[in-house]
């Protein structure tokens, strides 16, 4: 089945660090990727829509200059956290959804970020 | 505004008890439904999805999930659960290639 790799799986490091994850997708082409945010015992909350090839549409009330969103490819999306403060501890998951009607949505591992 | 409903915040059962997790949702237009599930310390696994045709949806693990169209629910059965099953349990509802939004998800707690 289609598989997509999420990697760090586990960041701690200091404030002020940029930290970025990568989504990558290993055995389709991903035209839009996903990422989400959850919080301990929370659901996950959409952050951004990124599409390959263009800019990284943004829920409300996600700063695009603190979550940096590249979709340089069909096979690789990177979320930057820039200047990384202890708030923005969280868990971080991508998705990623293969061109096609009704696909489903593949996620990676997530990647467990704890700021100090 | 999008959103998904899931009523039950915490289920405690024993096992071989019935399972059923209520989802609804509201959503104008036509609709993809999913329930997730996340074991303690593991990431999402896909149960069920439903795009079209029989409303209901058979799943991995003994799950299904009936889509009521004129109730907007989607609710999650089991006919009888394991401790295994414990578990995390999200409804999730999107339109085609966009995002999904997900309910505030459902603790599942089984005891052997």
């Known amino acids: 089945g289609a598989v997509v790799s999420q990697h760090p799986s586990r960041v701690i490091c200091k404030s002020g660090t940029s930290v970025k994850i990568e989504c990558r997708s290993l055995?389709?082409?991903?035209?839009?990727m996903f990422w989400y945010r959850q919080f301990p015992k929370k659901s996950l909350m959409l952050m951004a829509t990124?599409?390959?090839?263009?800019?990284?549409?943004?829920e409300q009330g996600v700063e695009k200059d603190k979550f940096l969103i590249n979709h340089a490819s069909l096979t690789l999306s990177t979320l930057t956290v820039t200047s990384a403060h202890p708030e923005d501890s969280s868990f971080y998951i991508c998705?990623?959804?293969?061109?096609?009607?009704?696909?489903?949505?593949?996620f990676g591992d997530g990647t467990r970020l704890s700021i100090l | 505004a999008q959103s998904v409903s899931q009523h039950n915040h915490h289920v405690i059962l024993s096992e071989a008890a019935s399972l059923e997790l209520g989802c609804n949702y509201s959503?104008?237009?036509?609709?993809?439904l999913f329930w997730y599930v996340q074991y303690p310390g593991q990431h999402l696994q896909l149960l069920l999805k439903?795009?079209?045709?029989?409303?209901l949806v058979k799943g991995i693990k003994g799950f299904e999930a009936e889509f009521i169209k004129s109730k907007f629910s989607f609710n999650l059965r089991k006919p009888s659960v394991q401790w295994s099953d414990t578990a995390e349990y999200f409804c999730?509802?999107?339109?085609?290639?966009?995002?999904?939004?997900f309910g505030k998800g459902t603790t599942l707690s089984v005891s052997s």
């Open positions: 998705s990623a959804l293969g061109a096609g009607r009704n696909q489903p949505q593949h």
């Open positions: 055995d389709f082409q991903a035209t839009t």
């Open positions: 990124s599409n390959e090839g263009s800019k990284a549409t943004y």
């Open positions: 959503y104008g237009g036509t609709v993809n």
């Open positions: 439903y795009f079209s045709g029989d409303p």
């Open positions: 999730a509802v999107n339109q085609a290639g966009t995002a999904l939004i």
